[in-house]
């Protein structure tokens, strides 16, 4: 092909690009794509990785998998949900979803009533299922914490109206969390509140100081309890004690099995022999090995274009509320699965997060699929979208998800200015003259009509009854 005509293709590719992309629903249809493909690709993961544990577990192949399909289908219907909901019922929704989630964080650490599951109290039991608190408790965070900062966003410049009551609240939170313990959800707090402040134009120097304070909390933490230790010295020296990092050894032999194209759907060895917890914190080894460096690829653009489209979401509103709420919940995801990654090619030390809307896990996903109906309901409120659906109709997705046309933005009003009151009068000689001045004005007007003389000069400009006045 010639030079020419390559860069006229290549031209006319990006045109039609940066048409596309300016279309009003391009945020909208992006959201669902990503949706749609990464449930899709989660599924087929967790049916896959899960099998070997439900084999030994309960003697089926299919249980694991199950479960986390009636989880998927729970999360389609909190997806529709939040896809549906007015941008204000949702933010009025934020104080009693904070409220009730604080609750259930404290209750979750009463015995009898919260569940104990790999030495972390952080569940609720019902029957064969769990709940678990901490992940509807990200979302309440990001909606309430969006919500205070955006009504004192005028007075975000002090410092105790930017870190008051968001910071207080979020310090309850980080304890609550500690003490089931849960140091990956709390981790997943932080960055949530960092988002916040950051997007509400926090000052650098504060970042600074949360940052020394986070590092001593993490050596602090480490000392206190001796499988955190474990796993900072096995990350930094891997060959001191090989038990200790045994998983992320073992998750880079799966990933270098794997290659460019895997070894087939299905056909990975590490699930089966020497690899624990592989539907959950490991699954990305599982990825890399049975679709190989392609598999894990499409995650990682999946999650990029996750990005992309969650930060133009935030840019191209008009709402400081959404703004800050689809910026937050961009980086929440993007930081998690970044993290998930991070372990498992050991970049970093292992926390124990899930990878959203792939790793199994129940409440992760239903509630990961929560926030994408949030972010989706997002990107139909940007004002060329509202426009649109307004004027032209839901169009074919709107239909079909019966979703009602969303209303456009309206700034709060401006309070009046209250009117300066009357200055109270001084006794003595000021109440003379006001009187004086007075009396004088009414004997000129008399005289006027009489036409036995003219009033003062120095106020005819004031009567335009007056004789002069009638003759101009």
Do not use: C
């Not at 259930?104 to 790999?118: D, F, K, R, S």
């Not at 650098?204 to 000392?223: H, P």
């Not at 880079?252 to 895997?262: C, E, T």
């Amino acid at each position: 092909m010639p030079r020419r005509t390559r860069r006229t293709a290549r031209v006319s590719w990006r045109s039609a690009l940066t048409a596309w992309l300016s279309r009003p629903l391009a945020d909208f249809h992006l959201v669902l794509a990503v949706f749609g493909l990464l449930t899709i690709l989660g599924l087929v993961m967790v049916l896959s990785a899960s099998i070997p544990d439900s084999l030994n577990k309960f003697n089926s192949s299919f249980v694991i998998f199950a479960k986390q399909l009636v989880y998927v289908i729970v999360g389609l219907g909190l997806f529709w949900i939040a896809l549906r909901l007015p941008a204000r019922t949702l933010r009025r929704l934020s104080i009693p979803a904070m409220v009730i989630s604080l609750l259930l964080l404290i209750l979750v650490l009463v015995p009898g009533i919260g569940a104990e599951i790999n030495k972390a109290r952080s569940w609720f039991k019902i029957g064969p299922l769990s709940f678990q608190p901490v992940e509807p408790a990200k979302v309440a965070l990001v909606l309430w914490g969006a919500h205070v900062l955006a009504t004192k966003r005028a007075m975000l410049h002090q410092w105790r109206h930017l870190l008051v009551p968001l910071v207080p609240a979020a310090l309850m939170m980080f304890a609550l969390l500690m003490l089931q313990p849960d140091l990956g959800s709390t981790i997943t707090l932080a960055v949530i509140v960092l988002s916040l402040l950051w997007f509400a134009g926090a000052p650098l120097r504060l970042f600074g100081v949360i940052a020394l304070g986070a590092v001593t909390g993490a050596i602090v933490l480490a000392m206190t309890a001796a499988y955190r230790l474990e796993r900072l010295t096995s990350f930094f020296n891997p060959d001191a004690d090989p038990t200790a990092s045994y998983q992320s050894r073992q998750a880079l032999y799966a990933l270098g099995d794997g290659g460019i194209f895997g070894v087939g759907l299905g056909q990975g060895k590490a699930k089966w022999s020497y690899l624990p917890n592989v539907h959950n914190d490991f699954i990305f080894a599982v990825i890399g090995e049975e679709l190989g460096l392609i598999g894990a690829l499409l995650v990682l653009v999946l999650f990029g274009l996750l990005a992309y489209v969650g930060l133009r979401i935030s840019q191209r509103n008009t709402d400081p509320w959404i703004r800050l709420v689809s910026s937050t919940l961009t980086v929440w995801l993007v930081a998690q699965a970044a993290i998930n990654i991070g372990y498992v090619v050991t970049l970093l030390p292992v926390t124990g997060l899930t990878l959203p809307m792939i790793s199994s896990g129940g409440t992760s996903a239903a509630v990961t699929m929560l926030v994408f109906g949030i972010l989706a309901n997002n990107a139909r409120h940007e004002p060329e979208a509202v426009a649109a659906l307004r004027t032209l109709g839901p169009g074919r997705v709107g239909k079909l998800l019966r979703l009602p046309a969303p209303e456009p933005y309206r700034p709060p009003a401006k309070r009046k200015p209250v009117r300066p009151s009357t200055p109270p009068r001084q006794a003595g000689r000021p109440v003379r003259a006001a009187a004086h001045q007075a009396a004088s004005a009414q004997d000129d007007r008399r005289r006027t009509r009489r036409g036995t003389g003219s009033p003062d000069p120095r106020r005819r400009a004031g009567y335009p009854n007056s004789r002069e006045g009638r003759i101009r």
